[in-house]
């Protein structure tokens, strides 16, 4: 499903009762935080998402809304979906391998795929919303742009879409990368170095270019948003992706300082520069790890211009101890992954990255074991799978465990696994924001095989016991009088 911009996502959430506007004087520096944090670790019935019309000692009147994904429900929604499971679905069928049985139902798949694919090439555009109004002198001090947590740098724009290009090949990249408001002028660009942004100024310095221009949109389709946050290889386009999950392709539209294009229905777009020598310290801000993420040198965004819509909202997300907001767009590029993961390792069934493991720190992975080893090889084979580099412990069990019920991993880990026969540890590449690893971007891993051992695994280990299991005809007498008992 395509949205026509943010305001038609909007509608949807207030038609549903998953939007709450609060019209009395709020402050864009921790207030917002504070009341977004607690709803959104309170009660299922007080968690939607706030729309703030009235931000204090701010000028533009310009209303901010946060806690969009906040919930599954409304994730799923923002991508077209009723389930986060129907993103698993959707892709396994497009990339299935399976041959079409028959003429028809081959001209039918042939259709399908052919549709989909026009659907995710970008449409280009004169005219768009987004460049209604076009600031005369571009000030960030326009913008309600939030502080975060008490010991944060500053003000930190942190859902935003920043467009660059690659400047040898020109290839389009999309991230959602944080943004400190150094001035009015200029922000803190924390493109870590995994990241593609942070390729493009490494290409930027190899071939002597001075600016690389990039832009930073705001708002739009919901689908737009959270296509930047997505780990796709560096060769695949994140607005070809939002068009596929829109079923429509995205408008873009040229900007009026800098060569690049950005989304028409944007609420804002900031335009401006990166020297790809020049760089300021950034940060610290309260990161998804629950800690402060250091303060460190990053380069520095020039403003050039900023335009938005007469009516624009400007969005925003807050990150630090679980749940949070962040926790459902994982949650959806999880779901959506799960089929590529299967397709490069036949042998996976699910896959979790919960929330208490901030993403990066954990995976379980439950598998069909076939052969020995093999949990090792799956835990290298992630490890191998782009930014799943960067992840710190791979946990890995039996098909039938179910990996989202965390205490059933915990009770499987805890009985299958031995220290010393099942834990794989490696070094290599970590997070930006693993402040415990051994140095930056350097730590290191831990693999845990907790699938259950067989005559075929290597040793040493015991006989493995059965598990304990009624009988199925015990089970259906129980069940027949189950009345009978009293219950």
């Not at 380069?299 to 907001?325: F, N, Q």
């Not at 782009?386 to 019920?405: E, F, R, S």
Request: hydrophobic content about 40%; some cysteine.
């Amino acid at each position: 499903m395509a949205y026509r911009d943010l305001g038609d996502f909007l509608a949807r959430l207030e038609k549903n009762g998953q939007l709450k506007r609060i019209n009395v004087p709020v402050s864009q520096d921790l207030e917002i935080t504070e009341i977004a944090d607690r709803v959104m670790k309170g009660n299922s019935a007080e968690n939607v998402a706030l729309l703030f019309e009235n931000v204090r000692n701010h000028t533009s009147r310009m209303p901010v809304l946060i806690g969009m994904f906040g919930t599954e429900q409304r994730m799923a929604w923002a991508l077209g979906v009723e389930r986060l499971n129907e993103l698993n679905d959707k892709l396994a069928a497009f990339i299935s391998l399976d041959m079409p049985k028959g003429l028809i139902e081959k001209a039918q798949r042939g259709l399908e795929m052919l549709n989909g694919l026009k659907n995710t090439e970008p449409r280009y555009v004169n005219r768009a919303d987004c460049q209604q109004v076009v600031m005369d002198k571009p000030s960030l001090s326009a913008l309600p742009i939030i502080k975060c947590w008490p010991l944060d740098a500053g003000r930190y724009i942190t859902l935003p879409s920043v467009f660059s290009r690659d400047p040898k090949t020109g290839k389009r990249n999309v991230g959602m990368y944080r943004l400190q408001v150094l001035d009015d002028q200029t922000l803190g660009m924390h493109w870590q170095r995994h990241k593609g942004g942070a390729e493009h100024q490494r290409v930027a310095q190899d071939v002597g270019t001075e600016k690389i221009p990039v832009a930073v949109a705001l708002g739009g389709d919901p689908a737009i948003t959270w296509a930047g946050s997505a780990p796709l290889p560096p060769d695949v386009d994140e607005i070809m992706l939002a068009g596929w999950l829109r079923g429509k392709s995205v408008d873009l539209v040229k900007c009026l300082t800098q060569p690049i294009e950005v989304p028409a229905d944007s609420e804002i777009v900031i335009e401006g520069y990166v020297d790809p020598r020049e760089q300021e310290i950034e940060g610290p801000f309260g990161d998804h790890t629950g800690y402060y993420s250091n303060a460190d040198y990053y380069p520095v965004m020039h403003v050039t211009a900023i335009t938005h819509r007469t009516d624009a909202i400007y969005p925003t997300t807050i990150v630090g101890k679980p749940p949070m907001e962040d926790v459902w767009m994982g949650k959806a590029t999880e779901r959506l992954f799960l089929p590529l993961m299967k397709l490069f390792q036949s042998e996976i069934v699910d896959v979790n990255m919960p929330a208490e493991g901030a993403f990066h720190n954990l995976v379980i992975v439950s598998i069909k074991k076939r052969y020995p080893g093999q949990a090792r090889k799956v835990m290298f084979g992630i490890w191998g799978m782009g930014l799943m580099l960067l992840t710190k412990t791979i946990i890995v069990v039996d098909a039938d465990v179910d990996v989202q019920n965390l205490s059933q991993v915990a009770f499987e880990v805890l009985a299958n696994y031995d220290p010393l026969r099942d834990v794989q540890i490696v070094s290599g590449p970590t997070d930006d924001l693993d402040h415990a690893s051994l140095e930056k971007n350097f730590g290191g891993k831990m693999g845990i095989d907790a699938t259950r051992k067989t005559d075929r695994d290597p040793g040493p280990h015991q006989k493995w016991p059965p598990e304990i299991a009624m009988s199925p005809e015990i089970k259906a007498l129980v069940s027949s009088r189950w009345k009978e008992y009293g219950f």
